[in-house]
């Protein structure tokens, strides 16, 4: 059988941050209590009217720009007509006519290499309600009906579930830096519909395409990578043809796709302008003072981290991941900290302490002034690896600089003269310790490390203890 390409397209909704959803003036939140954030627009009662929520607008445009996409130059709204229990109104308010953005393109890395991903376009609409399905009974839920939604529909260019993943960080990461929207997937508020097919290796004609509805982040890889394993499947036994243009779901008990029904045909949604919502134009001005509002994004910090900082790509794929993370970092870069040995703090001891307390590093009480008084005091020696971390605990618990815990009495001891001294005592009185080690017994030399930490309380420079141990002993 011939090698195949699998060839994947991805849909991807985002839920968009804002003090109001996209047309009525509702609360924008996520909520546990069902009905708790709606307004007479969102059930769709009869004489309510949308209103356009700018912000949602702005941002739209916000992610045309970094997806390289074409805006257009009015902005309109259709209605898309299909009936469905979570959709009250009958139609949905998105757009189809003009797009806030077509045909983009950016670049991702995955596997360390670059990868082109083609944007077909990329429309803001409102979300539906959800559906609680019980035993004997469905529940609505209109708490997310008319939650702003940024939908970005790629083209068929995608050739692993590697590439897929690795795009969805990526736009998930700009999401997160712009503060367009939190793209929190433990609150659902990323889901995607995956197309996936395969063709010969040298064909190029695109095999028959299926469409996979909803996923949730959580199940992406797991749905491409089953629907793949049962395509070739199928081809390998003869079988193909049973391979049908259709809609199927991941289920997750089973961790494979299940159909739901057949696609034959575009369905006919009826799209027409939305004759509530008047067009306006979208002027250079508006583009203009929209790009202002972009930050340095994680993919432009990379490469910062990499080549100006010189810092490894496992820390550095680590920092960018959040921009407060990175923020911080490069407060404490720009303070005078060492990169290195900031990274190594951030991504050890801080990280674990963040994820324990279960706060973001905003509400972290050791600004990076505070973390460099604990490394400056331990690179000048007055303090120990050790200290350092117990002064790091103590200042966060009692909520105090460091620097009220770096005194004389708990200094690090690195006076070669005074640890030379200690040591030649300590040998003095274990000759036979020392013949013990020299004929190969070497956990000897930790016994004499630990010796002079006894004697010092713990306070001996362990650098400086141990090069003095090894002139004397290495004999």
């Keep these: 059988m011939k090698k195949q390409t699998v060839v994947i397209g991805i849909e991807m909704h985002c839920e968009l941050k804002s003090n109001s959803k996209v047309f009525s003036t509702a609360k924008n939140g996520y909520s546990v209590i069902p009905n708790e954030n709606i307004q007479a627009l969102d059930m769709a009662f009869p004489g309510t009217m949308p209103m356009v929520n700018m912000k949602c607008v702005r941002d739209a445009l916000k992610m045309s720009m970094i997806l390289n996409c074409k805006q257009p130059e009015y902005m309109y709204f259709d209605r898309k007509n299909y009936y469905y229990p979570d959709l009250p109104k009958g139609y949905q308010i998105t757009q189809s006519t003009c797009p806030v953005g077509v045909h983009g393109s950016i670049e991702i890395i995955c596997d360390g290499k670059p990868v082109k991903v083609d944007i077909a376009d990329i429309h ?167 790009r202002q509002e972009i930050p340095v994004l994680a993919y432009e910090r990379r490469q910062k981290y990499l ?39 951030l991504n050890g001891i801080i990280t674990s302490y963040l994820y324990r307390e279960d706060i973001t590093i905003n509400d972290f009480y050791l600004k990076p002034e505070y973390l460099k008084q604990i490394i400056d005091a331990m690179n000048e020696g007055a303090i120990s690896s050790k200290q350092a971390k117990e002064i790091f605990s103590k200042s966060l618990e009692e909520r105090k600089e460091p620097k009220n815990y770096i005194s004389n009495d708990n200094k690090q001891v690195s006076d070669e003269k005074v640890i030379e001294d200690i040591i030649d005592n300590i040998l003095s009185q274990n000759e036979d310790n020392i013949r013990a080690y020299q004929n190969g017994k070497t956990n000897m030399f930790d016994f004499f490390v630990g010796q002079v930490m006894k004697e010092t309380k713990g306070k001996a420079n362990p650098i400086i203890t141990k090069e003095l141990l090894h002139k004397k002993i290495d004999k």
């Excluded at 793949?228 to 081809?235: G, S, Y």
């Excluded at 043809?241 to 159909?259: A, F, G, L, N, P």
């Excluded at 550095?316 to 923020?327: E, P, R, V, Y």
Aim: with cysteine; hydrophobic share 35%; charged share 35%.
């Design 307 to 345: 080549n100006e900082y010189h810092l490894d790509e496992e820390n550095t794929n680590i920092i960018i991941k959040d921009i407060k993370m990175a923020n911080y970092f490069e407060e404490c870069i720009k303070i005078g900290l060492d990169v290195k040995t900031t990274a190594n703090w």
């Design 124 to 290: 803001l609409e409102e979300d539906t309600a959800s559906l609680d399905h019980l035993d004997n009974m469905s529940l609505l839920d209109y708490n997310r009906c008319g939650v702003p939604l940024l939908e970005l529909v790629t083209e068929p260019c995608l050739h692993s579930a590697d590439e897929v993943m690795a795009f969805l960080e990526h736009i998930r990461s700009i999401y997160q830096y712009c503060d367009i929207s939190d793209a929190d997937t433990k609150k659902g508020q990323i889901r995607c519909d995956i197309n996936v097919s395969i063709m010969d290796e040298d064909s190029k004609e695109l095999g028959t395409k299926v469409e996979v509805k909803g996923v949730d982040f959580s199940g992406v890889r797991g749905t491409i990578e089953a629907e793949i394993k049962r395509q070739i499947a199928l081809k390998e036994a003869g079988r193909y043809d049973e391979v049908e243009q259709e809609t199927r779901r991941w289920d997750e008990e089973t961790q494979s796709t299940i159909r739901m029904r057949s696609k034959v045909d575009a369905i006919d949604y009826k799209y027409f302008i939305e004759p509530n919502i008047p067009k306006f134009r979208i002027t250079k001005r508006l583009l203009d003072d929209i």
